[in-house]
């Protein structure tokens, strides 16, 4: 399992567009992929939960990835979501 903390810089924090790259990124790889936000573990693969969570601004995100290419999950996932404007 790897694991990997950022924190949002977005002003508007993660909302529908976001939310949908990151599932669509997610589910790209055949690992799980979660994310940790508040202490709720959210299946990162469901834009619906990741929008459900308001992730907000300045708000600590832990990637989570444990499988079949969690390397590369996780990397690509951590530059899109430090990247997110």
């Known amino acids: ?3 990997e903390r950022v924190i949002i810089e977005n002003e508007t924090g993660i909302h529908a567009r976001p939310a949908t790259e990151i599932s669509k990124i997610a589910m790209k790889y055949p690992c799980d992929v979660f994310l940790l936000v508040n202490e709720k573990k959210i299946n ?3 834009p619906l939960m990741i929008m459900a969570a308001g992730i907000k601004t300045k708000t600590e995100v832990e990637i989570l990835c444990d499988g079949e290419d969690e390397d590369k999950a996780i990397e690509e996932l ?3 979501i430090k990247n997110i404007s």
């Open 1 to 3: 399992m790897k694991k």
């Open 44 to 46: 990162a693969k469901s």
């Open 78 to 80: 951590k530059n899109f």
